[in-house]
């Protein structure tokens, strides 16, 4: 069938499919709840994306495999993200079967105060995501046994998870070894210790009133909800169960180590998920060889190895918060969280295929009259990205290719463009249910993206005073005459 394209897409027509994608989510967070991304989501971002396809085909004369090039390419994007979700399903139930997360559990309990655990979480993992540069690699470690810790202490877990994700991503922007704070400056033509420096201003006011509201919530959810009891009760199960000793956090200590080591994200994690299971066979046998059925065996732990990997570690015991502790991971239960990716990728690649993606970010550009207005419609653009591609570093290029001359045009240094880029580009992704950052922390965590979404205070704060600052005309520096020649000329 040979179709010619028509004019470019009309904004209106444009945003047809994000109004289906959003009635829908909203239909099913009604009907089905937190089992919303159990497929319902899924089908959803699928059928927004077939409207786009139906609109691109018989509105704008797009050949179907043009747009269809469009999707395979995007679902490519996340084709990392989904294996890494994999290995990270391997990896929580390797950790949990060898000993490694009850260990960082047991003495997180010893040592950490119920008043001062969200703040402290923050803290740490904003240390760790700072020498790493990965988000996803904090959470995907240390967060899952802060959210074992914080289940235990009585604490809200949509608040245990915004802790654990506002200091992961705080530590991520800052950090020299991060993609996206390598990836902003470069697509704005500044580099990367710059460009840190630089958002000092807007990471360092949200993170410090992140803390405060955490220190605060503490100070709520710290006293009377704690039975020292219970917790007793709980270390008495863990220190039965399995054995315990400082020497398995050698295992998380590895795996941070390589990625500090700029070791790519895939083999780290698989060489921390065999180190698990390594520490499983050695310190833990007598716990496999007790849920081996017909005894132990060679071919017996072989298999309970393999099952937990994918299938997650599952134990019996008479205390319900124990069984709901430690019975998780595998990849099997990282299946649903990679289909929403999936999907997404599927419904941005349609979106980016007929061209109403760009049409809706196009259109952002147009009610820009000033400084203050040009720096929020780049984080509006950033987050609408997030929202439509469903995938950050698509939310930083993107954007940053857009605006990139209408920076320079208003005489603003590029600093101020790679700043506004991260400051909604990087921290908003993790606030989307179906964008791979928001899917992949809710995966792992497993708390539902809606139910931290409120606690993630400094992904929440950072565009908010980056649009202050930038109304207020604060910490916006300009081009000085020759920097204004340099770039006219190029």
Not at 116 to 138: D, E, H, N, R
Not at 181 to 201: C, K
Not at 453 to 471: E, K, R
Request: proline residues 4%; contains cysteine; aromatic residues 8%.
């Amino acid at each position: 069938m040979n179709l010619e394209k028509t004019t470019e897409p009309n904004l209106l027509i444009s945003l047809i499919p994000v109004i289906v994608l959003m009635s829908l989510l909203v239909i099913n967070i009604i009907i089905f709840k937190d089992d919303a991304t159990g497929g319902s989501n899924q089908l959803a971002l699928l059928i927004a994306g077939a409207v786009a396809v139906f609109i691109g085909i018989v509105v704008y004369r797009i050949e179907y495999k043009e747009i269809e090039s469009h999707i395979v390419k995007s679902i490519g994007v996340a084709i990392q993200a989904s294996v890494i979700l994999l290995i990270v399903g391997a990896l929580i139930g390797m950790w949990i079967i060898s000993g490694v997360v009850p260990t960082m559990i047991y003495y997180g309990l010893l040592l950490i105060n119920p008043t001062i655990f969200l703040p402290v979480s923050c803290i740490v993992c904003s240390i760790v995501a700072l020498a790493t540069g990965s988000s996803w690699s904090t959470t995907g470690t240390v967060g899952i046994a802060l959210i074992g810790i914080g289940q235990t202490l009585g604490i809200p877990l949509g608040m245990v998870a915004g802790a654990i994700i506002s200091g992961a991503y705080f530590g991520d922007k800052m950090s020299p070894l991060s993609d996206t704070t390598n990836l902003a400056p470069a697509m704005a033509g500044t580099d990367v210790f710059t460009h840190i420096r630089h958002m000092m201003y807007t990471s360092g006011p949200a993170i410090i009133l992140a803390i405060i509201g955490f220190t605060i919530l503490g100070m709520f959810y710290g006293h009377g909800t704690v039975n020292q009891e219970d917790i007793n009760t709980v270390l008495s199960v863990i220190d039965s169960k399995f054995n315990i000793g400082i020497h398995f956090f050698i295992v998380p200590f590895a795996v941070l180590f390589m990625v500090y080591m700029r070791v790519p994200a895939l083999p780290a994690l698989l060489i921390g998920t065999l180190l698990g299971g390594l520490f499983a066979l050695i310190f833990q046998a007598d716990l496999i060889a007790s849920m081996i059925e017909g005894g132990p065996s060679i071919k017996g732990f072989y298999q309970q190895i393999v099952t937990t990997a994918y299938d997650g570690f599952k134990i019996k015991t008479e205390n319900e918060l124990i069984n709901s502790l430690f019975n998780r991971g595998g990849m099997k239960g990282m299946l649903s969280t990679v289909w929403l990716i999936l999907m997404a990728m599927v419904f941005g690649g349609a979106m980016e295929g007929t061209g109403m993606l760009q049409k809706i970010a196009g259109s952002i550009l147009k009610l820009v009259h000033g400084v203050g207005s040009l720096i929020g419609a780049t984080l509006a653009s950033c987050l609408v990205m997030n929202m439509t591609a469903s995938d950050q570093y698509l939310a930083i290029v993107v954007p940053g290719r857009m605006f990139k001359n209408a920076f320079e045009e208003s005489g603003l240094k590029p600093k101020n463009l790679s700043r506004a880029l991260e400051d909604s580009g990087t921290v908003t992704s993790v606030l989307v249910p179906w964008n791979s950052g928001g899917a992949y922390n809710a995966g792992v965590l497993g708390v539902e993206t809606l139910t931290y979404l409120p606690f993630c205070f400094f992904n929440l704060l950072s565009p908010l005073v980056s649009a202050f600052l930038a109304g207020m005309n604060l910490t916006i520096e300009r081009l000085d005459e020759n920097e204004v020649t340099s770039a006219e000329t190029k």
